[in-house]
């Protein structure tokens, strides 16, 4: 009796192990597939790790467009200038006039100043020669010209007027005085540039030195003075102008070197 006693408990204590056995292996399979199926997405470097395709494709669209925008905006508005002649005659006496300046518009709006400027000069020259000249016993003419050149320097546009101003005696059909003056216009800003600023742009930092060289230069290989005698220096107050992108000295009569050799264009090479 006892021995069946034992048997059976034994039989149950087997058959409480197979189930406890099988259970481990349900909950254990039951858990490793929650966890497989709650798994975050991987995280993709440098965004959020629950940002899908999708939101990434249109991110980069949006920056792209973002980008393309900001590109358009910084484009260079394109210069459209003009610059018509405004002329004028007189005549007192033996003395006339002949005068044509330059008067300049930027964009469909006018240099107002600037016109003023260069107009005032030529025409107070113009009375201050008519006081002086009128009843002179030949006859004369005070005439003013102009030229104009386009350059790009940088991406500034900048448009170069040279004033030709000259006495001239009818007669011998020769000029008394000769001098040119240089207006030079930053398109960009509608301003006057100065001199200083135009050298350092186009030169470099050094641009004293190779001014004052190609000057010295000139006017002693082409023996308008001998070198004994030069001792001339930059001020960044002389006339000067633009062609081709390159930057023109100008000395006028008996500035450095005699007036019998009259107008000096230098051209300065960098």
């Known amino acids: 009796m006892e021995t069946i006693s034992y048997n059976k408990i034994k039989r149950k204590q087997n058959n409480f192990g ?38 990434i ?32 005659s007189e005549k007192s006496g033996n003395f006339k006039t002949s005068i044509s300046t330059p008067h300049v518009i930027i964009n469909g709006a006018e240099l107002a100043e600037i016109n003023k400027q260069i107009s005032d000069y030529y025409k ?11 009843k002179a016993e030949n006859k004369y003419t005070y005439k003013v ?32 005085m000769d001098r040119v003056n240089g207006y030079n216009i930053d398109c960009t800003q509608g301003t006057l540039l100065k001199q200083e600023e135009a050298a350092l742009e186009m030169l470099g930092s ?37 062609k081709e992108g390159k930057l023109h000295i100008l000395l006028n009569e008996g500035e450095v070197v005699d007036k019998k050799n009259g107008l000096v264009d230098i051209a300065i090479n960098n």
């Open 145 to 176: 010209t102009f030229k104009n050149y386009e350059n790009k320097i940088g991406n500034k546009t900048i448009v170069s007027i040279t004033v030709h101003e000259r006495i001239i005696d009818d007669a011998a059909g020769s000029s008394t």
């Open 206 to 242: 050094n641009y004293s030195k190779l001014i004052n060289d190609c000057i010295k230069e000139k006017v002693i290989s082409s023996k308008m003075i001998a070198e004994s005698k030069y001792n001339y220096t930059l001020t960044n107050l002389e006339q000067f102008y633009i």
């Open 18 to 55: 197979i189930f406890s056995f099988f259970l481990f292996i349900i909950l254990g399979t039951g858990v490793i597939i929650y966890s497989m199926m709650n798994e975050p997405e991987p995280a993709v470097l440098g965004r959020n790790p629950l940002q899908n395709v999708d939101e």
């Open 57 to 88: 494709y249109k991110s980069q669209i949006d920056k792209q467009e973002d980008d393309e925008k900001v590109e358009e905006n910084t484009k260079v508005e394109e210069i459209k200038y003009k610059i018509e002649a405004k002329g004028s």
């Open 124 to 134: 107070e020259k113009a009375k201050t020669l008519k006081g002086q000249m009128s």
